[in-house]
């Protein structure tokens, strides 16, 4: 193989490896995403001001939640506040569950307890995966009435759900502050083609730097 072919070759394997661990479709996140920074409390390397950002309409007698999961487990938690800078004091708004099989999951039916109507704050979507925590947070505006359904609010053919409990997912309603101990940590351990990878940004450069020095030596 000639060194251009090798490299293209290495490429090609190392596509798809800095994939997100989770990312949610519905309703749109706010803060720039950052696989790096996902496991950090509340709302994954973002900070969110209520007031700086814009809110997308939530109806409270039912609208959609929808995420990819790039791992083959996780159990879930949908949490809502209305603390300015979505600090504690989060409502349960979804039964935990577990989802098993990598894809998209689309919950078009989460409802709001009536006390939120009229309010902007945050809908928090905390996975609980193989290698820790993770979170996203979409500024909402609660608003009156159900959603409409989205084209792209679909279930990935190999997901399945089950209720679960999951005492250090029900913690995190009450987690207010940044924990250390609870940071996301990658886990090369992890099974499942691409699942082993995901997060580590830095093995691209690594291995792509192992093979330019490869290359040198050719
Ligand atoms: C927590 O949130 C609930 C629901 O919005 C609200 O009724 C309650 O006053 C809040 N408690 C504190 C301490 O902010
Ligand atoms: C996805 O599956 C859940 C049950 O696990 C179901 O409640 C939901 O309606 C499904 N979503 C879609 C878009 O069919
Ligand atoms: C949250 O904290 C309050 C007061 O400290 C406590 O009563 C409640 O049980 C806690 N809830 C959870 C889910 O840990
Ligand atoms: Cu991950």
């Not at 309409?57 to 938690?77: N, Q, Y």
């Not at 708004?93 to 409802?111: D, L, R, Y």
């Not at 996975?127 to 947070?137: K, P, R």
């Amino acid at each position: 193989m000639s060194p251009i072919t090798r490299l293209a070759t290495v490429m090609l394997l190392f596509t798809g490896i800095t994939n997100a661990h989770f990312t949610v479709e519905h309703p749109p996140t706010i803060g720039q995403f950052n696989d790096d920074t996902e496991g950090d409390h509340p709302c994954g390397g973002y900070s969110p001001d209520i007031s700086k950002v814009s809110t997308t309409d939530f109806h409270i007698d039912g609208d959609v939640i929808a995420t990819t999961l790039t791992h083959p487990e996780s159990t879930w938690l949908y949490r809502v506040n209305v603390d300015p800078t979505a600090q504690g004091n989060w409502t349960e708004v979804w039964p935990i569950f577990q989802q098993s099989g990598q894809g998209k999951f689309c919950n078009p039916q989460v409802t709001i307890p009536r006390e939120f109507l009229g309010k902007k704050g945050f809908i928090g979507i905390v996975s609980h995966a193989v290698d820790g925590f993770l979170y996203q947070c979409s500024a909402v505006h609660f608003v009156e009435g159900t959603g409409t359904k989205p084209s792209d609010c679909t279930n990935g053919s190999s997901v399945t759900t089950n209720w679960v409990s999951d005492d250090q997912l029900t913690a995190k309603l009450n987690e207010s502050t940044p924990s250390t101990s609870e940071q996301h940590t990658p886990n090369l351990a992890v099974s499942s083609k691409g699942g082993a990878f995901q997060g580590l940004g830095g093995m691209l450069t690594i291995g792509l730097m192992v093979v330019l020095g490869a290359m040198m030596t050719v």
